[in-house]
């Protein structure tokens, strides 16, 4: 195979392992600790989760485990969108599964969980298994947004998952993912079936994250990218000195990695959705934030800067929320009909003559393209797929419209030009940095051995991760402990929570401190690319926003 320099040289990196899982297999016992309840809506979560609710938590301890020597038959699933270490985390799955016992296998189910439902499965051997270590990507088995939610979906997993002779399966995604494999476990023990089901905290956006779960994989490579594209626009903004930057960045509702990008780069503006819907900002009172920048800047001559914006703004804008939630149930309620109108203005019209009186006004007040964009398909799980909206555009947009107001009142003299970009699917294939490397290889092992432990319904967990990899623990959360029921699709559904942005928390505390400094100065961090070989510093440095939740850090 023709690959790259640096391809060739990650094939060769070893990922560090927490010392509980460095030595023997058979020698790491899945200890219980005390039944782990959810927050909120445990009674409905009880009814909808009989058998898989209310389960002991589990810590990874040393001691005596006979059935990680048992022959095992396992199948993985990738699903949602990918991030950076998912084909480590299957590493670590499958280096267990063979450290136990050489006979066991691992089944890859191609395209996400469609492929478990629809039996298309592959083996993943050791020279196929070889080829994916430590690189960026979900391309070893594909990955898919199919939820199984339907009794005949859920009845085709298990005859699936029986025809391969499996012992466990193991989802590695998101909310949305987990959740499936909540219900998928619960089924599975209904049934009757010794079939482990196992989850692994995925995404990007950093948003499947509790006291046990300190961060979701593939946040930390991607907003590490992310930082240093944005590093180099600041730069660049400030060597050409003429336009402004509109930088929309990926996170379909929580705003975790602008607040780390803005944190790592400094940029002159940087909203965060959390606090906009906290303060019940509406998009004028966001607009007006970035012009006050324009404004301030341009009377010290610097008529260029950076504004970051959070690709789930609109969501979080309260007369937009509102316009949304009456979108998501009129688009459920009408949905063949309004996909049997054929031209984009009279899907609109069809829409804004649905609507109640208040978002009908400020649908009608939207650019006609990003009208149509509020409106595109939901995605499987029931959310509105906010990459295709262009909020960053919009303020831009808008923003500027305010400043020629201003410019002819003769109260902004300054020239505006700007630049928009989106920054998300490049950072969701990277390389893995070590941190994503040793973090996911680790959270694959775990999974193992809950499945090898018989644990079904369990959420791999790795813990401690602001210490070197020797000291992390590992464990397994229930996945239903972190659940709680949400509006989807036009009803009531059992979900994993979300975990936004904490307006309390240190990382945003340390934003909100410089925030006013940054409007004005042009005082950009540049954070560069990341490294792969070097000294730890450098190579192994978690991201700002784990470092100051665990107080491990501070200043930014
Ligand atoms: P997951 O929650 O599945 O990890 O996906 C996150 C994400 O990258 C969001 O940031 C983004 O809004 C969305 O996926 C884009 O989805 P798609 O790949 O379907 O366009």
């Known amino acids: 195979m023709d690959c790259s320099p640096l391809q060739s040289a990650r094939y060769a990196y070893a990922p560090k392992l927490p010392n509980i899982l460095r030595g023997s297999v058979d020698k790491v016992a899945a200890a219980r600790g005390p039944a782990a309840e959810p927050e909120a809506d445990r009674e409905k979560l009880r009814a909808a989760f009989p058998k898989t609710y209310g389960l002991p938590s ?28 998912g084909h480590n985390v299957i590493a670590g799955i499958f280096d267990g599964l063979k450290a136990g016992n050489p006979a066991s296998r691992l089944f890859g189910f191609r395209g996400g969980p469609g492929g478990l439902v629809e039996d298309k499965c592959m083996e993943i051997d050791a020279a196929l298994m070889d080829r994916y270590r430590n690189t960026g990507g979900f391309d070893l088995v594909g990955s898919g947004r199919t939820k199984i939610e339907t009794p005949e979906q859920f009845e085709a997993a298990l005859a699936t998952a029986k025809r391969r002779a499996l012992d466990a399966v193991v989802v590695i995604g998101g909310d949305d993912s987990n959740t499936n494999a909540a219900l998928l476990a619960e ?52 060597s050409g000195r003429k336009y402004w930057h509109f930088i929309k960045l990926m996170g379909r509702s929580a705003t975790h990695i602008g607040l780390e990008c803005a944190l790592q780069t400094r940029p002159n503006v940087a909203f965060i959705s959390e606090e906009i819907e906290a303060k019940a900002m509406s998009l004028g009172a966001v607009v007006e934030e970035v012009v006050a920048s324009v ?86 799980h029931g959310n509105v797929q906010v ?35 989106f920054f998300g699917y490049e950072g969701r294939c990277a390389f893995p940095s070590n941190f994503d490397a040793d973090y996911c290889y680790s959270l694959g092992y775990t999974a193992f051995v809950l499945a090898a432990s018989g644990l079904s319904g369990y959420l791999s967990s790795v813990r401690n991760l602001t210490a070197p990899a020797s000291e992390w623990e590992a464990g397994g959360v229930p996945l239903v402990s972190m659940m709680n029921m949400e509006r989807r699709h036009g009803s009531d559904k059992p979900v994993i929570k979300k975990a936004l942005v904490e307006l309390d928390g240190a990382p945003f505390k340390e934003f909100a401190a410089h925030r006013a400094a940054w409007a004005i100065s042009s005082d950009y961090r540049v954070p560069g690319g990341i490294q792969y070989f070097g000294p730890s510093e450098l190579c192994d440095r978690p991201t700002a926003t784990l470092l100051l939740e665990k107080g491990a850090r501070k200043g930014s």
Request: proline fraction near 4%.
């Open 187 to 238: 089924f599975f023990a209904a049934k009757g079936e010794a079939i482990a089901v196992a989850g692994v905290p995925k995404t990007i956006d950093g948003d499947l994250k509790n006291e046990s779960i300190e961060t979701s994989f593939g946040f930390d490579t991607a907003s590490k990218l992310y930082s240093e594209l944005i590093g180099n626009i600041c730069r660049d903004s400030a």
């Open 295 to 380: 404004v301030a800047r341009a009377e010290k001559g610097e008529n260029f800067g950076v504004a970051l914006v959070p690709e789930g703004l609109v969501e979080f804008v309260p007369e937009f929320k509102a316009l949304m939630a009456e979108l998501n149930e009129l688009l459920a309620k009408h949905e063949a009909a309004f996909k049997a109108l054929k031209g984009a203005a009279e899907q609109r019209e069809f829409v804004r003559a649905k609507l109640g009186a208040a978002s009908a006004a400020v649908f009608a007040s939207l650019p006609a393209d990003i009208a149509s964009q509020l409106c595109a398909d939901r995605d499987p």
């Open 387 to 421: 990459s295709k909206i262009e909020t960053e555009k919009l303020v831009a947009q808008m923003a500027e419209k305010r400043l020629a107001e201003l410019a002819a009142a003769g109260k902004y003299k300054g020239k505006f030009a700007w630049q928009n970009h």
């Open 58 to 85: 589990i810590k990874l301890a040393a001691g005596p485990n006979e059935a990680a020597r048992r022959r095992m038959n396992v199948g993985v699933i990738l699903s949602g969108g990918p991030a950076p270490g």
